[in-house]
């Protein structure tokens, strides 16, 4: 029988718990209200600034871009609200959510309104002056005795031509961008220094770190881990290099090497030193039917995307290469420049990956949830679908060439990969090492730093007496700040991802010769694991449901170094 002090604590319990409940679905009504709001205002500025900006890419016009810096700057105004911050500050706060979805909005949302803190006037200012610089970007020409040129000519300048001074004069004039927009950049980046501040951060690169969820420290760490990994056997690698070039050029030394004698711009991909030409199989090819056909078979069809893309070089048109989403329910479309090679093979295979990791998000999630789970993680889908534009298996299944053939050129394609990975690898060391440099203090003589780390990290020679603002002419570091950490890291999931494909979906322990052609087991694991969750999980989270083990540099490691 119960003790009268027994019922009094019973009563009590039960009136805290209803009053508890109470206040739970009080905040939970009140979040549901605010998103069902939020979403009838952000979607449709989604939606036109992702539209507008798009048609800036493809144009070129001052006016395109203008309607571009316009829509941006409605968004920048939407996650300014004061007002709607508190709100959601006083609902995070309380600790009351417990429903899993309804959390993670909360969350993905209280980091982007996070900007409330920040001066409006100064974040659409830094709007502002990036469109400014993009258009410079946009429509530079590299200019060469009178001629412009385009970026695929110049690459292709640098990556064929073995006279030393042609190859000089053409890079020297592409560095001809930096001190076109260098100042620009500079008062941009001080300026995201500043709304960073008011935010209560360091400074802005220790803010996109932490507002993409991502810990800063873990990043460095994560390098540093990834630099020690690297450094030997791409020591040897640059060896190797820079004697085939010693031969190629007719040089006395490798002390007579250049950066321009590496045949791209920035060093950041393998050239061409092993006897295998693999722009031999794709000068005659369509790389559209080819891209389309491979996702085909994997049971991710590309066709309907394919037809809004726009996929050849123009005047105006921004030259490089980019997936976007125009409306998160499967308006997805590609930029490319194609020209028959290799490297546009490659770049088709990419973009397409994050284009079908974009079309197969759930769309029943909420909107703020239809993005992959992070940045890097639709970087490694494009990443591993990209490689295999040098894959031999994939060139037998997908070109036709014979098994002979096959293994004719299987080593050195090998070879070959291993190198774009370790050239890579090396590049962005040097791309995260400067942003985060560079914001540290942007008063410091960046001419100076960039050299530094190309030398340390790519063992590249400084030109001597140059002091230009070479950093400059890499368009990433105005438009895509503090963004470069995820191509390496996105290069780490996509081996992590292809080890456990080719062991647990394809079930095959020959982890050389896989090119997931025509299987469409490959898609429906994607699909299933990786592409519909969205951002409904943490990323780490995403990627140990979908792998067994969160993200670890062992597969890439194992892949390409060891």
């Known amino acids: 029988m119960k003790t009268i002090k027994t019922m009094v604590l019973l009563l009590t319990g039960v009136a805290l718990l209803t009053g508890c409940q109470s206040k739970q679905e009080k905040m939970k009504k009140e979040l549901v209200g605010f998103i069902k709001k939020f979403d009838s205002v952000y979607i449709p500025l989604y939606q036109e600034s992702a539209l507008a ?99 695929n000519e110049v690459e292709d300048i640098l990556k064929h031509s073995k006279n030393v001074n042609e190859q000089k004069e053409v890079w020297t004039a592409q560095k001809k961008i930096g001190p076109l927009v260098s100042s620009d950049i500079i008062a941009l980046v001080k300026k995201r220094n500043e709304i960073a501040k008011d935010m209560g951060f360091t400074n802005y ?33 640059k060896g190797d290099i820079d004697e085939y070039f010693v031969k190629y050029y007719g ?89 028959p090679n290799q490297m546009w093979m490659n770049t088709m295979l990419h973009e397409f990956g994050h284009a079908v990791y974009d079309k197969n998000i759930d769309n029943t999630l909420p909107f703020i949830l239809r993005d992959p789970a992070q940045t890097f993680t639709t970087e490694a889908i494009a990443m591993m679908f990209g490689r295999f534009s040098s894959n031999p298996q994939w060139i037998k299944e997908m070109i036709g060439i014979s098994e002979e053939e096959k293994m004719k050129i299987a080593d050195n ?25 560079m914001y540290a203090n942007p008063n410091q003589d960046l001419n100076k730093l960039w050299w530094d780390l190309a030398e340390k990290y790519q063992l ?55 090119s997931f052609a025509g299987k469409k087991d490959v898609g429906t694991y994607l699909k299933d694991n990786v592409f519909m969750p969205g951002s409904k999980y943490y990323w780490n989270d995403m990627i140990e449901k979908a792998t067994g083990e969160k993200l670890t540099p062992k597969y890439y490691a194992k892949q390409f170094v060891n």
């Not at 803010?207 to 020591?235: A, R, V």
């Not at 950041?268 to 559209?288: H, T």
């Open 413 to 437: 394609c090998f070879k070959t990969l291993r190198m774009e990975q370790l050239v890579f690898s090396r590049w962005a060391q040097v791309m995260y090492r400067f942003e985060k440099s």
């Open 205 to 237: 690169h220790e803010m996109s770190l932490t507002l993409s969820e991502e810990d800063p420290n873990m990043i460095s760490q994560l390098f540093d881990e990834l630099d020690n990994l690297t450094k030997k056997s791409f020591t040897q690698v």
């Open 460 to 514: 590249l020679k400084r030109p001597e007496g140059r002091n230009e603002p070479d950093w400059a002419t890499k368009i990433h570091i105005a438009s895509y700040p503090c963004y470069y950490h995820n191509y390496l890291m996105g290069e780490l999931l996509a081996s992590q991802l292809y080890f456990y494909i080719v062991k647990n979906v394809v079930k095959s322990e020959d982890y050389k010769f896989q």
């Open 251 to 339: 040089l006395k030394s490798k002390d007579e090497l250049m950066p321009w004698n590496y045949q791209n711009r920035f060093f950041q991909e393998a050239p061409k030193i092993y006897e295998v030409d693999l722009d031999q199989f794709y000068k005659d090819k369509n790389l559209e039917t080819l891209t389309a056909s491979f996702y085909s078979g994997i049971g991710l069809p590309i066709d309907d995307m394919i037809k809004k893309s726009d996929l050849y070089p123009k005047p105006g048109k921004n030259q490089h290469a980019f997936c976007t989403d125009l409306n998160n329910e499967g308006d997805v479309r590609v930029l490319c420049n194609i020209a």
């Open 53 to 151: 900006s798009w048609n800036a890419a493809i144009s070129g016009k001052p006016e395109d871009f203008k309607k571009a810096e316009e829509s941006q700057m409605k968004i920048v105004q939407l996650f300014a609200d004061k007002k709607a911050f508190h709100k959601l500050d006083s609902i995070k706060v309380s600790g009351m959510i417990t429903d899993s979805l309804l959390l993670r909005q909360l969350d993905v949302l209280f980091r982007q309104f996070l900007m409330a803190k920040a001066d409006t006037a100064k974040l659409n200012a830094t709007v502002r002056m990036q469109s400014q610089i993009e258009q410079k970007y946009g429509n530079f020409r590299t200019e060469v005795k009178g001629k412009k040129l385009t970026d």
